[in-house]
């Protein structure tokens, strides 16, 4: 199983970048998928997350500080996850990385089954 991360890179403040998870193995549509982020020095923090195709709410979660900016979606032909990230901010400059689990729960990372190796994310002027 191998979920792949890409989508990241250099971006001034106010900018807009679309993350995309995709995997081999799996399919996502079964999975929980959450977005996380790692900061140099920091631990890793759940940003968002979506439910499986199987709960019928859609159950979307976002941090606080991303509320408003940043919208995590399906999409169902390629089974796929997107994070799309607009008026980006310094402080969310991080490795971004996807993860599949059952369920979104509290953001725990043991709750995540596979995880994928990171994209960057710069946000700078």
């Known amino acids: 199983v191998q979920l792949q991360a890409s989508g990241g890179g250099s971006v001034q403040p106010g900018g807009s970048l679309r993350l995309s998870c995709a995997a081999s193995?799996?399919?996502?549509?079964?999975?929980?998928i959450g977005w996380f982020r790692q900061a140099p020095g920091k631990e890793r923090e759940g940003v968002s997350c979506i439910a499986d195709r199987a709960d019928r709410d859609g159950t979307i979660y976002y941090i606080d500080s991303v509320k408003g900016r940043f919208t995590i979606s399906r999409d169902n032909t390629n089974h796929t996850v997107s994070l799309q990230m607009n008026s980006l901010k310094p402080e969310d400059t991080a490795v971004y990385y996807c993860?599949?689990?059952?369920?979104?729960?509290?953001?725990?990372?043991?709750?995540?089954?596979?995880w994928g190796q990171g994209t960057l994310v710069t946000v700078s002027s």
């Open positions: 193995g799996i399919t996502l549509d079964y999975y929980a």
């Open positions: 993860a599949a689990g059952p369920w979104c729960g509290d953001f725990a990372l043991y709750e995540y089954d596979y």
